[in-house]
């Protein structure tokens, strides 16, 4: 079967490039920077798809990207290219997982959990307000403007903003580059940075070994799809015969019932219930 996308075609918003490209420390620490507008020097180098759960028999889940910089803050990265409509939630189900690995054992300090940031791009307005960026912090209902300052932090960018007013050009520009990954988009923004990030995004997608990971990656992917089908195919036979054994069954305990046997008896015969014997 045909790819659905080249390598050559993909962009950031691309769970595949996406994590390719957060492997680059330096990538992360420019896209970081105009995405927060402030800078971002890694402590660390980054971590792509990395498994979280809080125990092994609770839910399990892939961070796109995790880093930290040199102040120990740290950072959840994720591209979101449809509306699941939790993800709100989710980003609340990050939040809990990572701060629930950051205190070491034995620590009884709770104002040495670092500050975490837990970053969704995606390409449709989450809030329907025409934003580019939401911020959320946990602030005072009673007091506006009381932050409770827990170090958490979450923002959903938009990459189908209307409102630049007031905030870093670069931002939108990278936003719409996230989404069109291209030599146009990168020119058009007139920002060095971005066009630094696409000189690198062009060397990841130029690079062959990336080329044959990508080829597994779909191959992988088509054949877990295959699988889905056939067990879905073999379930949906099973299920077919066994409905058809029923209305078999139905079909001689009313024969049965039509001669006088007992509803006990016919029940023991054909494993129907004695009470759906009696409404056939």
């Known amino acids: 079967m045909q790819l659905e996308k080249e390598l050559k075609d993909l962009n950031l918003l691309d769970r595949f490039l996406f994590a390719e490209a957060m492997e680059d420390p330096e990538i992360v620490e420019m896209v970081l920077e105009i995405l927060l ?14 498994e979280k759960r809080s125990t092994l028999w609770n839910r399990q ?23 699941t409509f939790n993800l709100p939630r989710r980003s609340r189900f990050y939040h809990s997982l990572i701060d629930s690995r950051l205190l070491k054992k034995g620590t009884i300090d709770f104002n040495e959990l670092n500050d975490v940031y837990v970053i969704m791009i995606m390409p449709f307005d989450l809030f329907g307000k025409g ?3 939401y911020t959320f912090r946990m602030e005072c209902e009673e007091i506006p403007g009381l932050r409770l300052e827990d170090g958490a932090v979450r923002i959903f960018f938009n990459t189908h903003g209307r409102k630049p007013e007031n905030m870093n050009p670069e931002l939108p520009a990278l936003l719409r580059y996230f989404e069109h990954t291209t030599t146009e988009t990168a020119e058009a923004s007139s920002s060095k940075t971005i066009r630094k990030i696409h ?5 990841i997608k130029a690079d062959e070994e990336i080329g044959v990971k990508y080829m597994n990656a779909w191959e992988e992917k088509l054949m877990e799809r295959q699988e889905g089908y056939e067990a879905g195919m073999k379930e949906g036979r099973f299920a077919g015969h ?6 078999k069954q139905k079909e001689i305990a009313l024969k049965m019932k039509s001669r006088g046997i007992s509803l006990e ?7 129907l219930a004695p009470d759906e014997i009696e409404a056939l």
């Open 265 to 271: 008896e016919i029940a023991e015969l054909t494993g």
């Open 242 to 247: 066994r409905e058809g054994s029923r209305e």
């Open 199 to 203: 000189e690198k995004i062009q060397a």
């Open 131 to 133: 934003l580019y960026q």
């Open 37 to 50: 507008g402030k800078e971002v020097v890694l402590k660390h180098l980054p971590q792509v798809e990395k």
């Open 61 to 83: 889940v892939k961070l796109d990207i995790w880093a930290m910089d040199e102040d120990e803050t740290v950072y959840n990265a994720e591209v979101q290219k449809k509306n």
